[in-house]
């Protein structure tokens, strides 16, 4: 996510903060980075232009604090007016308590509508609501289909209609009615989108909206299209009066120009955004932590809640104790551990979370999430007596675990030599517990990486 700029403006931070003094000159010089950087990303030029003059009155206008370098005091002016210019803070769903909350979801099609409706109503079903999803896409069958094939995997109701002759409103109007005599709470209503922008889908949504006055109107947009997105974004806007923006694709976007451009420029709030294909890659969007993945400071507390929400509490407390008990740990304890960092993500969006992991660091790990299924293969392969004591695989026992799970000696080896290394490096430094909440089974999996 946002990797070229994220390195870009890493290495002008990074100058920086190195600064002893700040006058005139060196603020100049600086600001002409930032904006080289900022419109290489495909930033809004006039965003651009009123951070600059933003970030250079309070860099100049502001008392210098004896503890902190005139350096880091011009770090924190540029970390504060990026994380304005991404919205300030975090901008939660309005939900209605103890009545029905309807949430309307619109965009172009290949935005990733249908599939963020199914990502929302499973955070909604987690969160201990009662959602439904309505197809309201009666043009397109696939829509349909897609949206009842998601429903299947959560597990909650959908409304679509057979009738094809029936108004989406009325539809809607019908799911709205089901969803009251069923006892639901949140109501997602997926709506037809198109490949451009026009005046009948625009005309159709606005029926929607004064038929069913949602709480929520949430234009779901591609960041991948750049500068496209925020046109989209001004569009919808204009016609509908959104209330929220879903950003989706983020993880493939390197530049990150829309991201950093589409609240400055249309004041909509980003309130979602999209970093996988997974129905769990969906997050609440904190202006003041993407800054900080951006600038490569890390973001500790997201990778928390990220370990709370999808980790086995139970198994890692089961490690935990473990490790602590007995300071030891076997290839069984670590190939849950590998299940467990699976839950998680990839390897590289956790590592990005902790502070100093810069892009350059990255480079140089070999991060192929092809990895972890080798070395599962290989302790699968393993007779659960050399699952707990490794002591015992000696090179018969090596080129039979090799055969079994299709790689060299070598890359069983290989495995057992880091896992050596790094059960020794957790006994020494008691890695393996968390500071707050279950333990950290991820904790030393990075040494499999080098």
């Known amino acids: 996510m946002f990797d070229e700029l994220s390195e870009k403006l890493e290495g ?40 600059l003059v933003s970030v250079k009155e309070k860099a100049t206008g502001r008392e210098v604090i004896k503890s902190v ?29 103890g009545q029905l909350t309807v949430i309307m979801l ?13 990502k929302i109503a499973r955070r909604f079903k987690n969160d201990g609501h009662k959602p439904m999803l309505v197809a309201a896409d009666i043009y397109r069958p696939a829509a349909v289909e897609q949206l009842e094939t998601l429903a299947g995997q959560l597990d909650v109701p959908v ?16 799911a709205l009615i089901e969803a009251n005599s069923r006892g639901l709470d949140t ?18 949504l606005i029926r929607i909206k004064k038929a069913v006055s949602p709480q929520e109107i949430l234009l779901v947009v591609d960041g991948m299209t750049g500068q496209e997105a925020v046109n989209i974004a001004e569009s919808f806007h204009r016609e509908l009066d959104l209330t929220g923006l879903v950003l989706t694709k983020l993880d493939g976007d390197a530049r990150g120009g829309a ?13 979602l955004i999209g970093v996988g294909e997974g ?14 993945r951006l600038l490569q400071m890390g973001d500790i507390v997201s990778l928390v809640e990220r370990a709370e929400e999808r980790m086995d509490a139970e198994e890692a407390e089961r490690l935990e104790k473990k490790m602590l008990g007995r300071g030891d740990m076997d290839l069984e304890d670590f190939l ?95 890695l393996f517990s968390a500071h707050k909440g279950p333990g950290f089974p991820g904790n030393g999996i990075g040494t499999l990486f080098n």
């Open 187 to 204: 109501v997602l209503i997926d709506t037809a989108g198109r490949l451009q922008i026009d005046r009948e889908m625009m005309d159709e």
């Open 159 to 174: 409304f679509s209609s057979l009738d094809t002759e029936k108004e989406v409103t009325g539809i809607i109007e019908d």
């Open 279 to 292: 129905l769990d890659a969906l997050e609440v969007f904190h202006p003041e932590r993407m800054v900080s």
């Open 69 to 97: 370098s005139p350096g880091q005091m011009m770090v924190k002016v540029v970390y504060d007016e990026l994380v304005e210019m991404l919205g300030g803070s975090s901008k939660p769903l309005s939900l209605l308590p």
């Open 106 to 118: 619109c965009g172009l099609q290949g935005s990733g509508k249908t599939t963020t409706a199914g």
């Open 336 to 430: 849950s551990s590998i299940s467990q960092m699976q839950k998680m993500g990839s390897m590289e969006s956790l590592l990005r979370m902790i502070p100093g992991v810069s892009g350059k660091i990255l480079k140089t790990l070999n991060l192929d999430p092809r990895r972890f299924k080798r070395l599962e293969a290989i302790i699968l392969s393993m007779t659960p007596e050399e699952r707990t004591q490794p002591k015992i695989i000696n090179a018969s026992r090596r080129r039979r675990i090799a055969l079994g799970s299709g790689v060299t000696v070598r890359d069983v080896n290989q495995l057992l030599n880091q896992f050596n290394q790094m059960r020794k490096m957790m006994k020494q430094m008691g």
């Open 12 to 51: 002008v931070i990074r100058r920086l903060g190195g600064r002893v003094v700040l006058n005139e000159e060196s603020v100049e010089q600086s600001l002409r980075e930032i904006r080289r950087v900022l419109l290489e990303a495909d930033v809004n030029y006039r965003l651009v232009q009123d951070f």
């Open 259 to 271: 991201a950093l451009s589409i609240y400055g420029v249309t004041k909509v709030p980003i309130k």
